[in-house]
């Protein structure tokens, strides 16, 4: 019996659910239409998971089979589409997605917190690479951006998130900048913990 509490979770989930509202599609066509509107960028895609996700999909009632095709030579394809509980619990999944902020736990945040470990020439070498890491990728996605909005069929709502991402890596690419700046300056104390407690501080402890 498919689990009515289950919402959808991660952007996969929603990504399939989001295409099957368009048209009944199998796994290989989903894969491909994300490819193709690259939403790959921000929705990480592999088929693997794309198979299991199709398959939780289906045990939590939120999509069903209704055709099996073949085409050619090729192995029979089973076709998706969404179901009602389906819709209900996409809208409320994105409504979520888009109201509240989640916590990101990425590897730059945990190495930002143990960077003291390091002697500041080499943080602040690192941190330059990051930058000009990061000035790639706002070059990649200007470039992107600039290929979708010449697609006269394509909204500017069809690349959001794109622009998002690269306003995102604008501004990560500013803090580096001051963070290396105060770095370089000795502005930025070299010694994680708590700041020793002054005179005044001493005594009223006591």
Known sequence: MPNIEQRPQGPLAMAVLA???????????ISYT???????????LKFGSLYHTVEALIRDGLIQPVETARDGRRPERTVYAVTDHGRQEFLERLSDMVRVPV???????????FIWHLDRESAVGL????????????DHLELVIRLLRDEKRLRRLSYLE??????????EIRWIKAVVEEIESGDLEWKAGHLEPTEAEVQVAR
Request: proline fraction near 4%.
């Open 34 to 44: 994300m490819r193709a509107r690259h939403w790959d960028w921000c929705i990480k």
């Open 19 to 29: 295409l099957l509202h368009e048209e009944p599609m199998h796994p290989y066509q």
């Open 127 to 138: 941190l330059r690479d990051r930058e000009q890491e990061l000035r790639m990728t706002v």
């Open 103 to 113: 916590r990101d736990y990425t590897d730059f945040a945990a190495g930002l917190k």
């Open 162 to 171: 794109l622009e998002h991402a690269r306003a995102v890596a604008r501004a």
